[in-house]
């Protein structure tokens, strides 16, 4: 297909309500990508920072790419500038952490901020497979997972990772079910716990990943969500070697994982973004049309 200059998106904010959110941001390919989760005090991503986002406390960085993570300290700067109280919280993949100090100490040094006045924002590493509660929101949890994105040499992949966010509660142990009040206080006076702690999984961003990352099975919980948000750079026939040199994901990966793992999967809905800047909306929603096996295209969201 020759490019088809017609931007399927010039940094509108798309908003999307899907499941239990409100899917709010902008993707494409090369330009930007930040999403938003306002009810969840949450944001993946910061390639732009618009005002929407200032408000929002706790931001996940996927990978250090600048159309992910060019505006961090915008968003940082923003919230001082107009005088928000409360630290916001910087989650990343943990190997990135003193690559990000570094640069917003030079960032901070470009603009001529005077070394006494300069304070690192928090920012929290991420080991993949810990459970982590959001500092501001306890009732929410984050995990991240390792994908494959951009690779440099024959084994090595920069840091990048994706996110679940849960619902985190306590329920009462299947035990103790139907206990009244004064068994359940004879039970905590006795220092038994009576509790099981509970993680619902409401949405999982891939952010930035090869196709392969759908299918293999060290990721199948990504499935277990009720929203999945993932990639999907190229759409058209014959882009397949193209998707898998620069890093990303084809629509026919996205297919493959549909054949997997659709029988059996919990996920609801699939929320397709970051598409790439030459297809024009009309050309996506086509080929998600005609690409996606027909049993699924209720599940299946363009974010654009």
Known sequence: MQ??????NALRQVRHHVGRVMLHGFSVSGLATYLQLPEYDFCVDMGECPVSSIGINHVFLTHAHGDHSRCLMRHHSLRRMMGVDKPSIYYMPADLVSGAEAWIHSEAVFEGVPEQRFKLPEIVGLNAGEKVPLKYRKDLSIEAFPTRHAQVGRQTFLPSMGVTLFNHKNKLKDEYIGLDAAGIIELKNQGISITR????????FMG???????????????WDSEVLVTECTFVDDGEESMADKKGHTHISDLVKALEKYGPTMKCKYIVLNHFSMKYSSDHILGALQKKIPEAYRDKVIAFI
């Open 208 to 222: 930035d990943c090869l196709g392969e990352n759908l299918t293999d099975p060290a990721l199948a919980s990504i």
């Open 3 to 8: 490019e088809n200059h017609s931007l399927h």
């Open 197 to 204: 702690e509970v993680y619902d999984p409401i949405v999982t």
